[in-house]
């Protein structure tokens, strides 16, 4: 079975106008997962079978298949006027019903939870690396990214 939880604040995400964006998304995400878990990684044991690198890849799969019509790039390099700066895992240019355009930059970090009891403990340090680390990638962009939701 595969747990889900709710980790993004449904007012907020309908604030930034992403709310259907982000529930299609993880109905999405769930099927993919649930695929997975009956055919592929079908164990016994079902905790912590996939990595955060492979489940950032079945999100973006789950983005792609929600979205088929969106323009995606996958690990794609980020550089300013001046050097490289990193791979983003996935950006999305996404309209939303109403024609709006945005431009989604999807970051993961890798990092293990060395035990169950304590999971999830120190989630503030782990969000802000990535925030960090998305961040350095919108601020090396500023040119492509002017006027642009993102």
């Known amino acids: 079975m595969i747990k889900c939880e709710p980790y993004i604040h449904s007012q907020r995400t309908n604030e930034l106008g992403l709310k259907g964006f982000i529930e299609n998304t993880f109905n999405c995400f769930y099927i993919e997962l649930s695929r997975l878990r009956d055919t592929l990684y079908n164990y016994e044991e079902h905790h912590f079978?996939?990595?955060l690198e492979e489940l950032d890849r079945i999100l973006n799969n789950a983005i792609i298949k929600a979205y088929p019509n969106s323009v995606t790039l996958q690990e794609y390099g980020v550089h300013s006027p001046t050097k490289f700066v990193g791979r983003a895992d996935l950006l999305v240019q996404w309209n939303d019903p109403s024609?709006?355009?945005?431009?989604?930059?999807f970051e993961a970090k890798q990092y293990k939870e060395q035990w169950f009891n304590t999971l999830l403990e120190d989630d503030e340090e782990y969000l802000k690396s990535i925030k960090t680390q998305g961040q350095k990638y919108l601020d090396a962009e500023?040119?492509?990214?002017?006027?642009?939701?993102?």
Do not use: E
Not at 99 to 105: A, R, T, V
Not at 142 to 150: A, G, R
């Open 49 to 51: 079978i996939l990595l």
């Open 99 to 105: 024609g709006k355009i945005y431009h989604l930059i």
């Open 142 to 150: 500023t040119t492509y990214y002017k006027d642009k939701n993102v």
